[in-house]
């Protein structure tokens, strides 16, 4: 028996070609004004991925395709390289790697890699500076005051890469010279630092004009898993597509948790207390602040039960090698299980190795125990506490669902969450089970 697996899955088994049709009929169109940005929103484990990936797969399907980058957000967040800036090297090797493959002249191949070559040059430039120069002293640059302060710091085992209220703190009365050596240098390492990007973003819009655009093509970026990056490397991301990549003849599929990216960009910005005010206040609106990206904003619509119904089915399908005795659960992970395909995926893959361990591949009402059991742990945290501690809980929590009266069971647990009250009504029910056999589904799913 197999499980499971997590990857995005290229079969529309949650119907979503509708939507997929409707945005690429959108991205086709003729009169289609660029740049634009489109905010495909979902939470984790909604299908984000996998709708992204079929309308990549409908949009290269073409005759004339576009060009293509799929930019996986959070395994570039994990490098040593900004986000930002792996992003837009991204870019530049999607072109080197695409572009060659339209031209036919030797020439004009030879020079796009020039070109490109000089895209990454000014964007590991902006990097030196950044990372080595903003805030290191020129020794040299600085006699005669380097050798007496600089022996100095040395003598306190400092390194030359300081913060300006340190150097203050050690250089004593030299500190005022030292300040201005610094303020100077980082005067210049930004002005690099700003003219380098600049420089970047007018020779990559002078090539998509040229290249891309006047051959009646458009880059197409996917941008997958941004909620998944830290607060400041997905704001990073997002602020690149608007500063550097906001060109003609681009086209960004930005796939997010929407509520995630909110909360990144408050803790981005945090309120503050504004004078004469005696409650802290918001300095940066998420919502409008993702608008002033985002143009084209699609959340995904929630799935409805057929949906969900058809979704198992098709996971528990007999020639995946599935027991018939697994597909006979289905109807209690319907009821219990969130809308979300990776959330049914982890509830499958759990009981189908708990079946396995008990042995019970033929008995449909062990399992169908087993699969209670299961959604409760996965799904109802503070429910699946109490049982730890005590199993016979259970069967309150079940005369609970059933609307009999019990202190055992909070009155709110039940009414928050509808779904478990479902779950504990279904049958077979726990009040059934003999108490060592109810201890023992607990035992083992633990």
């Given amino acids: 028996m197999t499980t499971w697996s997590d990857h995005p899955s290229a079969d529309d088994s949650l119907d979503r070609a509708r939507l997929v049709d409707a945005i690429h009929d959108m991205l086709k169109a003729p009169g289609l004004a660029t740049p634009l940005v489109v905010g495909l929103y979902g939470g984790w484990?909604?299908?984000?991925?996998?709708?992204?990936?079929?309308?990549?797969?409908?949009?290269?399907?073409?005759?004339?395709?576009?060009?293509?980058?799929?930019?996986?957000?959070?395994?570039?967040?994990?490098?040593?390289?900004?986000?930002?800036?792996?992003?837009?090297?991204?870019?530049?090797?999607?072109?080197?790697?695409?572009?060659?493959?339209?031209?036919?002249?030797?020439?004009?191949?030879?020079?796009?890699?020039?070109?490109?070559?000089?895209?990454?040059?000014?964007?590991?430039?902006?990097?030196?500076?950044?990372?080595?120069?903003?805030?290191?002293?020129?020794?040299?640059?600085?006699?005669?005051?380097?050798?007496?302060?600089?022996?100095?710091?040395?003598?306190?085992?400092?390194?030359?890469?300081l913060g300006l209220h340190n150097l203050v703190n050690k250089a004593g009365k030299d500190a005022e010279q030292a300040m201005k050596v610094?303020?100077?240098?980082?005067?210049?390492?930004?002005?690099?630092?700003?003219?380098?990007?600049?420089?970047?973003?007018?020779?990559?819009?002078?090539?998509?004009e040229r290249e891309v655009r006047k051959r009646g093509l458009t880059?197409?970026?996917?941008?997958?898993?941004?909620?998944?990056?830290?607060?400041?490397?997905?704001?990073?991301?997002?602020?690149?597509?608007?500063?550097?990549?906001?060109?003609?003849?681009?086209?960004?599929?930005?796939?997010?948790?929407?509520?995630?990216?909110?909360?990144?960009?408050?803790?981005?910005?945090?309120?503050?207390?504004?004078?004469?005010?005696?409650?802290?206040?918001?300095?940066?609106d998420p919502r409008q602040y993702l608008d002033k990206i985002i143009q084209l904003p699609v959340t995904l619509p929630p799935l409805s039960s057929a949906q969900i119904f058809n979704y198992l089915s098709d996971l528990l399908r007999p020639e995946r090698g599935f027991p018939p005795v697994l597909a006979g659960c289905s109807g209690l992970i319907k009821a219990a299980a969130p809308p979300n395909p990776r959330t049914l995926k982890r509830v499958l893959n759990v009981l189908a190795l708990l079946l396995r361990l008990d042995g019970v591949m033929a008995d449909a009402e062990r399992a169908r125990l087993l699969a209670k059991v299961v959604l409760i742990q996965v799904l109802f945290d503070d429910a699946w506490r109490r049982v730890v501690e005590e199993p016979a809980w259970l069967l309150q929590l079940e005369k609970a669902a059933k609307g009999e009266q019990t202190p055992h069971v909070p009155p709110d647990l039940l009414k928050d969450q509808p779904s478990l009250k479902a779950l504990m009504r279904e049958a077979p029910l726990f009040s059934a089970v003999p108490g060592d056999r109810l201890e023992g589904l607990i035992a083992q799913t633990r």
Avoid at 77 to 87: D, K, P, V
Avoid at 110 to 127: C, K, N, P
Avoid at 240 to 251: I, Q
């Fill in 45 to 161: 484990g909604t299908g984000k991925t996998s709708v992204m990936g079929m309308l990549r797969d409908k949009l290269t399907a073409q005759p004339q395709p576009p060009l293509t980058l799929w930019f996986d957000a959070w395994k570039y967040a994990r490098s040593e390289s900004a986000l930002w800036r792996a992003l837009l090297l991204e870019v530049v090797e999607a072109l080197g790697r695409q572009l060659p493959e339209r031209m036919e002249r030797e020439e004009d191949k030879q020079a796009l890699e020039v070109e490109l070559e000089l895209l990454r040059a000014t964007l590991y430039r902006s990097q030196t500076v950044t990372d080595t120069g903003d805030l290191q002293v020129n020794w040299q640059a600085a006699v005669p005051l380097a050798v007496g302060l600089g022996l100095r710091l040395a003598s306190f085992g400092v390194s030359e890469k």
């Fill in 182 to 208: 610094l303020e100077r240098r980082q005067i210049v390492s930004f002005r690099e630092h700003i003219q380098s990007l600049e420089q970047f973003q007018k020779t990559l819009d002078g090539l998509i």
């Fill in 219 to 284: 880059l197409h970026v996917f941008i997958d898993d941004l909620d998944r990056c830290l607060p400041e490397e997905a704001l990073g991301a997002l602020e690149a597509v608007k500063l550097f990549l906001d060109l003609k003849g681009c086209v960004f599929i930005l796939g997010m948790d929407r509520d995630v990216v909110e909360r990144a960009i408050r803790t981005r910005f945090p309120p503050i207390m504004e004078p004469g005010s005696d409650k802290p206040v918001s300095r940066v």
